[in-house]
């Protein structure tokens, strides 16, 4: 039998995602990756070989999250000005306002909605997972992410027509908003 | 009558897009702070790292 820690290495990259997703800041997000990273190694005699792997390592991160790195998130996110400036430098282009819109809307979210957007609508988690990983029961993992699209339709008065142009938006709204802040 | 589709339709738009920023950011290569930090723990506690100092909270 291999060493479960061997494998860490490979989720790194999704719970930096995650955990950007989380705190919208990647200094902040490799923070916390690093001791939740730290956390698991030490911990591993807890894993259950078998279960998955990816599913505990974000439990932990979430853990990470909400005992010590919200308060920071919020800190940090009082540099609004700061990045809405950054956005405002881009040429002009037909999606600033939409990224700006997604970005602002996305932030909006409660962070409990958010990270089950995150998780089932990116992260490839089924409910359950994702239930398990919030821990909480399957049936509030379904309605936080209906209520996350729905909030987000309406903050950025989504419709159809709009779809289309949004798509880029909205894609380089969620990275840039990482990287601006780096 | 429609209404319900187009909702799905941005629905769909909002989870795509969701899903290339989070491959994006999954997909870019380890800053090596992590891998030096894997070493690191590779290192340090080669038995079963219990005995490293431990989490203060929990």
Request: aromatic share 6%; glycine share 4%.
């Amino acid at each position: 039998m291999s060493d479960p820690r061997d494998e860490l290495v490979e989720h790194l990259g999704p719970m930096r995602a995650f955990a950007m997703s989380l705190t919208r800041n990647s200094a902040l997000a490799d923070d916390m990756v690093q001791d939740a990273l730290v956390k698991a190694w030490t911990n591993i005699d807890k894993f259950q070989p078998g279960t998955n792997m990816r599913a505990w390592l974000f439990t932990i991160l979430r853990n990470t999250y909400y005992s010590h790195h919200r308060k920071a998130r919020r800190e940090v996110s009082d540099t609004d000005g700061e990045l809405a400036a950054s956005l405002a430098k881009k040429p002009d282009h037909d999606g600033r306002l939409q990224m700006r819109d997604f970005h602002v809307a996305f932030d909006k979210l409660p962070d409990e909605q958010r990270e089950a957007l995150v998780l089932v609508g990116a992260g490839g988690f089924s409910y359950e997972e994702a239930a398990e990983t919030c821990g909480v029961a399957v049936g509030t993992i379904k309605s936080r992410v209906n209520r996350a699209r729905a909030r987000l339709v309406e903050l950025m008065h989504l419709d159809e027509d709009q779809v289309l142009e949004t798509t880029d938006a909205v894609t380089a709204g969620i990275v840039s908003a990482n990287k601006s802040v780096a | 009558m429609t209404r319900a589709k187009r909702t799905s339709s941005v629905e769909n738009t909002i989870d795509e897009n969701l899903k290339r920023a989070f491959e994006d950011v999954a997909s870019e290569p380890l800053p090596s702070r992590f891998t030096d930090l894997l070493e690191q723990l590779k290192t340090s506690g080669t038995a079963d790292g219990a005995n490293s100092e431990s989490d203060d909270n929990t």
